[in-house]
């Protein structure tokens, strides 16, 4: 059974950091491009940041450069998600996604709330 499960969502500060875990069980990720997106109160759902299959290059959006910071394990099968110096903009639930040119996973999401 494929599944994404993310954690580490919570309640912080503006300036303050948090940690997005995304396990993944029923595939690999290796295999796949893996994604952080997130999606704030009457708002689209956006792309905060993604890692490619070949070469495990990064991208983000310009609004968490320099900011956040991706990365996955893929003997854990887990991907990351460090979030520093957090503003009340970054208020959204964060959702995990995992894309081939066959599949597409989500998880059920993690809720950030930024305090300012």
Request: glycine share 12%; charged share 15%.
């Amino acid at each position: 059974q494929v599944r994404l499960v993310e954690s580490g969502g919570g309640l912080v500060q503006s300036g303050g950091s948090l940690r997005l875990s995304c396990a993944a069980s029923g595939f690999t990720i290796s295999r796949y491009a893996m994604s952080w997106y997130r999606q704030a109160p009457g708002k689209e759902r956006e792309l905060v940041a993604t890692i490619t299959t070949a070469g495990g290059g990064t991208n983000y959006a310009d609004s968490v450069k320099g900011r956040f910071t991706m990365s996955r394990d893929n003997v854990k099968n887990t991907q990351y998600l460090q979030m520093n110096s957090l503003k009340p903009e970054d208020t959204a639930v964060y959702y995990c996604n995992a894309r081939n040119y066959l599949y597409d996973y989500w998880g059920q999401g993690t809720q950030v709330t930024v305090s300012s």
